[in-house]
């Protein structure tokens, strides 16, 4: 997911804040702060309000960290695995770079996040019993987190592709008719009818209830949302079907140009790129792999330096490149392509360079089979 940052790493998983989370994060906190506590709680100061707003925002968000949390260690454990977990404008989201083989995993998987809600939702609101008498604002803070995980873990249980819920009903549906493309064809459908009934409903709410129209339009939005990433989750989940089992040596280029990290740039250009169209090189020396060079890096030039830059001045160095070997599964190459955010990967057997994958390589594969329904 674009424009977001690292947060460090818990059990391995790697979490992101997308910049959209912070005006969820200002939008809840204004929300609490001006007016959920003071129409509850009028006798508070204002410092108390925002206080316990701010509090309460970051407390709302560690509790969806921990429900993506409970699906990535589910999911590792099952076999699935998740390298990233990213919170956004609707709550958090776990990157699985494949999805589950066996309907049982998927069936643990999805459920973990909102048994996890539920069981965050209760021990908050157990500390809301403790404190009632004890501290006023933090046992507000408590009963509104309770209130908010039950919420959260009902909504994820929408039975909605790819919602938690989906997933459920998807592996179910994958148990009981033995055909995982036909379950996700049937849970995607669902799913983008559910995204559907939402936008409908935000309208309805809009027109019938005008004093209500900014409710109508959020549920209108969120369904467009369902939609889009119950579309968006489909394909992934075709093309994750289709790479299943295909390996590097079945997609490497072997016939990628070498060149002289002495040569410049403009040569390249006029005799490798606008003549046969190549999009990556080699570069090697004194039989060596020195570097890779793309077209990214020949765009970084500005056009009237061609003529003195070299192909070593511009190149992505090897020291910097992940290789693979021609056995590696593609998947697992594609996985590696976004973790460390490349375009292409060196393959190495025996200590020699055979050949280059690129992302363009795995998307004409995709392509060629899908133009053929495989």
């Not at 009902?154 to 592996?171: Q, T, Y």
């Not at 009981?176 to 009934?197: N, P, Q």
């Not at 500005?302 to 593609?330: I, N």
């Amino acid at each position: 997911m674009g424009g977001s940052f690292s947060l460090g790493r818990i059990f391995g998983i790697q979490f992101r804040i997308h910049y959209s989370w912070f005006i969820i994060f200002m939008l809840i906190t204004v929300s609490l702060s001006w007016q959920y506590f003071p129409y509850a709680y009028p006798e508070w100061s204002t410092p108390i309000y925002w206080l316990t707003g701010i509090a309460t925002s970051l407390l709302f968000f560690t509790s969806v960290v921990a429900h993506e949390l409970s699906h990535s260690l589910v999911g590792r454990a099952n076999g699935i695995p998740v390298k990233s977990i990213t919170l956004f404008i609707f709550g958090g989201v776990a990157h699985m770079t494949r999805e589950a083989t066996r309907h049982g995993a998927e069936f643990k998987m999805a459920l973990a996040g909102p048994l996890a809600s539920l069981v965050i939702g209760g021990l908050f609101f157990l500390l809301h019993l403790l404190l009632q008498g004890i501290s006023e604002p933090v046992a507000a803070l408590a009963f509104w987190l309770a209130q908010i995980n039950v919420v959260l873990a009902l909504f994820n249980l929408i039975p909605g592709f790819p919602l938690d819920g989906g997933r459920v009903f998807r592996s179910l549906l994958w148990r009981f008719s033995g055909d995982y493309k036909k379950a996700t064809r049937i849970a995607f459908e669902v799913g983008r009818g559910v995204g559907y009934l939402f936008v409908a409903a935000g309208i309805v709410l809009m027109f019938l209830y005008p004093g209500r129209w900014f409710n109508g339009l959020w549920l209108a939005f969120i369904g467009l949302f369902l939609s889009y990433v119950a579309t968006a989750s489909y394909r992934q989940a075709q093309w994750q079907a289709a790479l299943q089992g295909i390996r590097v040596a079945d997609v490497m280029n072997t016939a990628c140009p070498v060149l002289s990290p002495d040569m410049t740039i403009s040569r390249v250009v006029q005799e490798y790129i606008f003549i046969s169209g190549y999009g990556c090189f080699m570069v090697t020396g004194n039989g060596q792999l020195r570097g890779i060079l793309t077209l990214q890096n020949i765009k970084s030039v500005d056009r009237k330096d061609w003529d003195s830059t070299s192909v070593g001045d511009v190149m992505t160095p090897s020291e910097k490149l992940k290789v693979v070997s021609p056995d590696e599964e593609v998947l697992s190459v594609v996985e590696q392509m976004e973790e460390y955010g490349m375009g292409q990967m060196p393959v190495l057997s025996e200590g020699r360079i055979i050949g280059l994958i690129t992302r363009d390589d795995i998307m004409r594969l995709l392509y060629a089979r899908s133009r053929l329904g495989i």
